[in-house]
């Protein structure tokens, strides 16, 4: 193997094709082997499968870009940008879990952050997947909460991950390669050069592709900026009429007492991007490595983040798990110069189940892509709308619930313990995009929609499984 400093060499055979996730959209054709030439004709090369470079973010909402400038250029700039992106649990655990196996949580069974190191499959995960197809698979960063450190996960050839992100920003504790150890130094760096010496071992083997997963703390709490983004200053927030709700009559009890307005949400705002500054300057490296192998071109990019974060709207901050929109809408983008449309906005509904489908076709498991849950961006999709959910965890004062949600309305059932509905909300998209009137509980029955329908299409939705999912 090469060394992580050594230069790649200049005739290194043919290339291996990446595929970089970075959630956006777009369609992309997957790359197909060239057909066989007649005995009498030169023999045609046959493409490798293509790399997987997935890029995933803690706790970071849509609106966030603006501290990603470098990011924003090699994403939006020069890929597709799928801007009706939602996590379908805002929770991390359920959601990384989801991104990993292409499955809503109700068929994974990662319901809460505790279940991760007891529940999760992890023969159901990408890593398993393209191991099989003999992929070289690495991952660095964040893995689960509740996941036990010194575990190291399985099919990985590489690994150097923590399970909580408030407490890896500096000097955290890590497993590296089966090795707990304190890790000195900002976290962000950490992981940009641990991927430059992945890309540069990859780039050794010539007939293997890889697939590398990079999972960032930020910009979950505690929001610790790097030292020379301490001080950094943003553009002003345009917050929207959500933001510190004082008429919640209609919404959930729990959300009383939530008061929280313009003023903290606009101080965790600016933390948030703050650290975000540093996750730009680990992308931008990390482009710089593939650049070096002569990679770039041939990468399919994913970035996302695994769900949501609240500023404020309807009085609640500094927390995700609610089914409002800024808690379960993620941003997403896709890059692959050549087959992935650069700079243009795909609107169409998109999910966190999305990327394991959309990579496993891309890396020509077909019939494991069609298992799933999900849906590739790599075909046109039809769907119209997309299920939520969200369980119930210890101490947690929210109740379990599940949504529905179309580009017209969004329905939300809450549950007791006995899965018994306790509360119903609506919300009129169209008339009424931040949420703030439930049709349901307004004082209004002449204004009240038709339900009941849509409450046992939720019902079926909440068991779907491949197919059957929307």
Known sequence: MV???????????????????????????????????????????VPLPPNILLIVTDDQRTDTMEAMPKTSHLFAD???????????????????????????????????????????????????????????????????????????PPYLNEVAFFTSSGIAYDNGMWNVDGKVKEVPGYSTDFIAKRASGFIARADSIDDQPWFLVMTPPQPHSPFTA??????????????????????????????????????????????????????????????????????????????????????????????????Y?????????????????????DERFAANVDIAPTVLEAAGNLDRAGQLDGRSLLQPSSRQKILLEYWRGVGNPLDTWASVRTTDYQYIEYYDSNDTVIYREYYDLVEDPYELENLLDNGDVLDDPEWLSISNDLAQMRTCSGATCP
């Not at 070096?292 to 970035?303: I, K, Q």
């Not at 993620?330 to 050549?338: C, E, K, S």
């Open 78 to 152: 020069q890929g597709t940008t799928f801007s009706n992106t939602y996590s379908t649990t805002p929770l991390c655990c359920p959601s990384r879990s989801s991104i990993l196996t292409g499955l809503y949580a109700h068929n994974h069974h990662v319901e809460t952050q505790s279940h991760a190191g007891t529940t999760l499959d992890v023969g159901l995960t990408l890593q398993h997947y393209l191991s099989e197809s003999n992929y070289y698979t690495g991952f660095i960063g964040k893995w689960l909460n509740g996941w036990k450190l010194d575990v190291r």
């Open 226 to 323: 790097q030292q020379k983004y301490a001080d950094k200053r943003f553009g002003p927030w345009v917050s929207d009429p959500s933001v510190g709700e004082d008429d919640k009559a209609d919404k959930p009890v729990w959300l009383e007492n939530k008061k929280a307005g313009r003023y903290l949400g606009r101080k965790v705002r600016l933390k948030q991007l703050r650290t975000l500054r540093s996750v730009d300057d680990m992308v931008a490296k990390t482009f710089r490595s593939l650049d070096a192998y002569g990679e770039t071109n041939r990468t399919l990019a994913v970035f996302m983040s695994d769900n949501g974060y609240l500023w404020g709207e309807h009085g609640i901050v500094d927390i995700k798990r609610f089914p």
């Open 3 to 45: 060394p992580a400093d050594q230069p790649a060499a200049e005739n290194h055979g043919m290339r291996k094709v990446i595929v970089i996730l970075v959630l956006a959209t777009a369609l992309v054709m997957p790359m197909r082997a060239a057909p066989l030439a007649a005995p009498s004709a030169v023999r045609q090369e």
């Open 325 to 345: 929109t800024p808690s379960v809408q993620v941003p997403l983008y896709l890059r692959w110069p050549g087959h992935v449309a650069e700079g243009v906005t």
